[in-house]
């Protein structure tokens, strides 16, 4: 179907012809007539003002217009897509979680798709506030073009983008906390290896990771170890995961040690004593034993920023802006670590903690689509974190 043989109907009507227009013809009307797309939306959003909350049919098929627009390497298109996220999907027409899906989406794909002259004209004009049209889609762009190392260089292109970057940091974006290039310890983030997915049996996690023996005086250590509360710490360790929709709550312990613990007994005898419902085991259902191996700081926070790039089964990824946002929020929760301490100085000290991931053959994990553990023990060896998901809502999962 071609847009010239669509007549403008009721905002249901319309959506549905959008919603059946295949991804090849929406890519055709890009490239040829990007123009007549852009109208299509602004003909769904005006169909969408009596929709209220209710409207997420209509911005789904808005934003599936956005994303092929920004795919489409062509000024034009980039322009295009950067005025539907920013005028057309006002707050009381689009869900909000719906929009800042597309907002997010269609800046990595501008990041992606489109060469950098594609791009610079779009921070010519500093925001006066966070709340400004368009602040938030250029904040999660230049999160994307730092991921990707599109905002180094020199140029007048590229002085515009640190102006709108200080800026924003100026105005306290939260985006605007995070480096403008990927540092070394993010080195993993969006890169998938063959053969390197993810672990789901006790020989994959040997085989990449160094097992920490057993341990009588860790087993002693973990029974008088007392647990400690912290919401704060909690809810910022399990954001990646909650906000890529993982179908069950991670399960986030923090606990404290009355006196040092040697690193080489913080393994899985320590670990099996602690409180943790994920290492409860029902009688008769453990299906193998537990181990727990040295990991690096690296290994950890590429799973906290996949879990919120990839989103769960039944979520959401979150772009790779936000992802890496929510994946330092929970590396400092592990840490113990305040907000006001420099990113570069807890990268310094992730060298003084003991990671390790563990994994367990109980109800609570399922070892089919996603499961993550870990252990932090901090520089005083009397503090320890501990971080569990499971990508599954199924109780008591074979």
Not at 52 to 63: D, N, Q
Not at 158 to 163: M, N, P, Q
Not at 275 to 291: N, Q, T
Request: aromatic share 8%.
């Amino acid at each position: 179907m071609s847009h010239d043989q669509v007549t403008p109907g009721d905002g249901a009507s319309e959506r549905r012809r959008w919603e059946e227009t295949g991804p090849e013809e929406l890519e055709r009307l890009a490239r040829q007539r990007p123009e007549e797309l852009l109208a299509a939306v602004e003909r769904l959003c005006r169909g969408a003002s009596g929709e209220g909350i209710s409207g997420r049919p209509t911005v789904r098929t808005i934003g599936r217009i956005a994303e092929v627009l920004a795919d489409t390497r062509s000024r034009g298109c980039a322009a295009y897509a950067v005025d539907i996220v920013d005028r057309l999907l006002p707050p009381e027409v689009a869900a909000s979680d719906e929009r800042d899906r597309i907002r997010r989406s269609v800046a990595a794909r501008l990041a992606k798709a489109q060469p950098f002259r594609n791009l610079e004209s779009f921070f010519e004009e500093l925001p006066e506030a966070l709340h400004d049209p368009g602040a938030e889609t250029r904040a999660c762009l230049l999160g994307e073009l730092a991921l990707l190392g599109a905002s180094a260089g020199v140029g007048p292109g590229r002085s515009r983008l640190r102006a709108y970057a200080e800026r924003l940091r100026e105005l306290e974006h939260p985006l605007a906390w995070l480096p403008e290039i990927r540092l070394d310890i993010e080195h993993r983030f969006m890169v998938r290896v063959r053969g390197l997915g993810t672990v789901k049996t006790s020989q994959q996690l040997r085989s990449r990771f160094p097992e920490i023996p057993l341990s009588e005086r860790g087993a002693v250590a973990g029974r008088v170890a007392v647990r400690v509360s912290d919401g704060g710490r909690t809810e910022a360790a399990a954001r990646p995961f909650t906000a890529g929709g993982w179908a069950r709550t991670p399960e986030v312990r923090f606990f404290s040690l009355p006196e040092p613990l040697d690193p080489g007994d913080f393994g899985m005898s320590f670990l099996e004593q602690l409180s943790l419902d994920c290492l409860r085991a029902d009688a008769g259902r453990r299906r193998g034993a537990a181990l727990a191996c040295a990991t690096t700081p690296d290994d950890v926070l590429n799973e906290l920023f996949s879990a919120g790039y990839y989103g769960g089964v039944g979520g959401q990824g979150q772009g790779g802006a936000y992802a890496r946002l929510y994946a330092w929020d929970s590396l400092y929760a592990l840490m113990g670590l305040s907000a006001d301490v420099p990113l570069l100085t807890a990268v310094r000290v992730t060298a003084d903690h003991r990671w390790v991931r563990f994994m367990a053959f109980t109800p609570w994990f399922h070892h089919d689509t996603a499961d993550v553990a870990f252990a932090v023990l901090d520089p005083t060896r009397t503090r320890v974190a501990v971080l569990a998901a499971t990508d599954t809502d199924r109780e008591g999962a074979d």
